[in-house]
């Protein structure tokens, strides 16, 4: 098959390697997906917007892809310290009345309307944790006697002195990771960089299986190797995941996958940037996060999130702010106008520029450089039919609605409370004060026509 060359930077080599899918022309693609015991903010629709994106660069260039993305409903271990020693699953399923499987299925069904809502496409399969429990158990035991991981006390802990590339990935060092451990290590480890496996169940615990070493619960690395490797064998494409989850979760995947299948698993590691609000990460647990039916509730379109996420590098930090994204609001509504103007006539596709679009993908899905093609293209003097045909093609990429129209009518974010502040400055006569509104207004793509005034 003769498909275009891409390349994609790989976290594990630090550079950008050429895709060679091991099934000629098609990608297979697990991705970490949600945990549903709470929902998910902006910044986590992010981190599912880059896979989205990646399947649709790919498939835009003539590939095939599969993806998979896991669904953590299992609330326990999202952090291998437990230090509060708190089940986050059944912490909500108090809190909420409910029974641990009606909490999974409910943020199970915002995540789907979420990423509906910004035109992340439904991965092939959302394998749930809790399906994979015997194939988890089994791969432990394969790890304890092979002499990998050890029992102690009722819990599981791989041995990382036996795995001598721990580390490889996020270029953590056994040193470092000493450092980077405070608090008096678990005495049952060891080496304090050990990680768990199989975790004992304490009281308090909602999802108790039985194992071979007593009942608990496995640990949240192990879930990825036990589904990636269960659906996809012991070699896939590519691995995504937030930068997030570099360390700890996908170097311990590959100490796992890599001491099971005796070689590498993965082609490619790929890492999506966080979303930053005021300085931090977005995160439920520092408190500044905003939901997508926020937005939506300020007037947002939700896509002008995913036009704000396109002029970022996918695996760089993205600075959220309001005003970045009712600039990209506008910048939006602008777009789609334009398009629908512009479509008024049958166009065709143009094949240079559509080459220069391509190129951006295939460079390690440079979609910044697309949607500055985007621009460059709208203002360029190719015909208004053909610019719309052009855009009409990139935007199953893009999935920015493009073909939805202008929508005259609706009045963008902010603007009504601004047309009622000028309408009350110019029945004072405050006429200063009109003119800096319709300044204003404009500046957001309104223009205002005063009937003509005679005294
Ligand atoms: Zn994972």
């Not at 399969?125 to 790890?143: F, N, V």
């Not at 009504?416 to 793509?445: H, I, P, S, V, Y």
Request: proline share 5%; hydrophobic share 40%.
């Amino acid at each position: 098959m003769n498909l275009p060359t891409v390349r994609l930077y790989n976290t594990l080599t630090r550079r950008k390697e050429e895709l060679r899918p091991l099934e000629d022309g098609v990608v297979r693609i697990y991705s970490c997906g949600p945990t549903v015991y709470r929902y998910a903010h902006v910044g986590n629709l992010r981190t599912f917007m880059f896979p989205d994106l990646l399947r649709r660069s790919l498939e835009y260039l003539g590939y095939h892809t599969e993806q998979v993305m896991n669904v953590t409903d299992v609330g326990h271990l999202t952090d291998d310290t437990f230090e509060r020693g708190e089940d986050k699953m059944l912490v909500t399923a108090r809190l909420e009345n409910k029974s641990t499987e009606e909490i999974a299925a409910a943020y199970t069904d915002a995540f789907l309307d979420d990423i509906r809502k910004i035109n992340i496409r439904p991965a092939a399969r959302y394998p749930r944790a809790t399906e994979y429990i015997p194939r988890m158990i089994e791969l432990i035991g394969q790890l304890v006697a092979q002499g990998n991981a050890y029992v102690a006390d009722g819990n599981v802990y791989f041995d990382i002195s036996t795995f001598p590339s721990y580390g490889k990935l996020s270029r953590n060092t056994v040193d470092k990771l000493m450092a980077g451990h405070r608090e008096a290590p678990d005495p049952r480890k060891r080496h304090p960089a050990d990680f768990t496996l199989w975790k004992g169940a304490g009281e308090h615990r909602a999802q108790v299986w039985d194992s071979p070493w007593g009942p608990g619960f496995p640990g949240w690395h192990i879930e990825c190797s036990a589904m990636s490797m269960s659906i996809f064998g012991d070699r896939f494409d590519i691995h995504t995941g937030g930068a997030d989850n570099v360390f700890p979760h996908h170097e311990s995947e590959i100490a796992q996958s890599e001491s099971i299948a005796g070689h590498p698993v993965v082609s490619i590691w790929m890492h999506g940037g966080m979303l930053m609000l005021a300085g931090s990460r977005m995160a439920k647990s520092a408190g500044n996060f905003f939901r997508i039916t926020e937005l939506e509730d300020q007037g947002f379109d939700p896509l002008a999130f995913r036009y704000l996420a396109l002029q970022a590098k996918y695996r760089t930090q993205l600075n959220f702010s309001t005003d970045g994204l009712a600039g990209a609001d506008r910048a939006l509504r602008q777009l789609r106008e334009r398009v629908a103007e512009w479509s008024s006539e049958q166009g065709a596709v143009s094949e240079e520029w559509d080459g220069r679009f391509r190129a951006s993908l295939a460079d390690d899905l440079d979609l910044p450089a697309a949607m500055a093609l985007v621009a460059e293209l709208s203002r360029s003097n190719v015909a208004p039919a053909d610019k719309a045909a052009t855009l009409l093609a990139w935007d199953r990429v893009l999935g920015l609605d493009l073909e939805r129209g202008g929508r005259p009518h609706e009045l963008p974010v902010g603007a009504a409370e601004l047309l009622a502040q000028r309408e009350r400055a110019r029945a004072a006569k405050d006429f200063a004060t009109a003119d800096a509104l319709r300044d204003r207004l404009k500046a957001m793509g309104v223009s205002v026509a005063d009937p003509r005034v005679s005294d």
